[in-house]
């Protein structure tokens, strides 16, 4: 069983429910072992299991695709 972990992606520039959306489905789309719990516009944060498979430098890249910018992952 692979293990999971929760992680706070800090993410500057998300302005409305479209960037939401964008960053929602290319995270899940994009990245195999991702999954979205939640995201907040106003307080500029993606909440996310990731396995241990994943790479954070593959969620910045996407993160950046989209125009933001990942601040932080705690």
């Known amino acids: 069983e692979e293990l999971e972990m929760t992680k706070k992606l800090l993410i500057e520039g998300m302005k409305c429910k479209h960037c ?3 960053l929602n489905d290319a995270l899940t789309e994009d990245i195999k072992g991702v999954e979205v719990l939640e995201i907040s516009i106003e307080e500029g944060y ?3 299991n990731i396995n241990e498979d994943v790479h954070i430098d593959d969620i910045k890249d996407i993160v950046e695709d989209l125009g933001f910018k990942l601040i932080d992952v705690r």
């Open 20 to 22: 939401k959306q964008n």
């Open 46 to 48: 993606a909440l996310v």
